[in-house]
T-cell receptor
């Protein structure tokens, strides 16, 4: 399975600021994704990070609010822009398509609190 | 529209007994199903998966059953161990849609010694 790391592991931010979360995979993968888990809820897919092109966003999520980069096959970033307390969540990166498997593996998550 | 549902928010079993976690889905286009386990402050850990061409898949203590006509799957853990205590998520995808996962709400399993 792929080993996925995320930075930072947690942060407390002020309203109106932005935070960029980094995701690093230990091997080349085909697919990378970003999810959000709001308090007491399930995981919701934000977007698919496409290597070398714009991310594909799910309904309810837009690029201006959650810009995503994926410069290569092992790295992606998610920025949470102009944050409000409603953005307080765990943000999770996942990857699939590495080492001959399409099973999706997850990073440890970034716990974001917006004051 | 909740396409994947886990109707039991919690389940408590005794160590050594069987744990059965259930999941229902509404989208008949889903063709790949997965179970993940999640401990607090960690990301979900992949447990076991099943393709829609099968009705059972087994891996050690974990078995997943798929009933396509009922749009229902279940995860059996035998025997249950205290270390299995975690939140279990069911997830579904359409392989032609690029592995995007739709998750259920999760079931908190507690295995009592």
């Amino acid at each position: 399975s792929a080993v996925i790391s995320q930075k930072p592991s947690r942060d407390i931010c002020q309203r109106g600021t932005s935070l960029t979360i980094q995701c690093q995979v230990d091997s080349q993968v085909t697919m990378m994704f970003w999810y959000r888990q709001q308090p007491g809820q399930s995981l919701t897919l934000i977007a698919t990070a496409n290597q070398g092109s714009e991310a594909t966003y799910e309904s309810g999520f837009v690029i201006d609010k959650f810009p995503i980069s994926r410069p290569n096959l092992t790295f992606s970033t998610l920025t949470v822009s102009n944050m409000s307390p409603e953005d307080s969540s765990i943000y999770l990166c996942s990857a699939a398509g590495g080492r001959g498997t399409d099973t999706q593996y997850f990073g440890p998550g970034t716990r974001l609190t917006v004051l | 529209d909740q396409q994947v549902k886990q109707n039991s928010p919690s389940l408590s079993v005794q160590e050594g007994r069987i744990s059965i976690l259930n999941c229902d889905y509404t989208n008949s286009m889903f063709d790949y199903f997965l179970w993940y386990k999640k401990y607090p402050a960690e990301g979900p850990t992949f447990l076991i998966s099943i393709s829609s061409i099968k009705d059972k898949n087994e891996d050690g203590r974990f078995t997943v059953f798929l009933n396509k006509s009922a749009k229902h799957l279940s995860l059996h853990i035998v025997p249950s161990q205290p270390g299995d205590s975690a939140v279990y998520f069911c997830a579904a995808s359409r392989r032609t849609s690029g592995s995007r996962l739709t998750f259920g709400e999760g079931t908190q399993l507690t295995v009592n010694p």
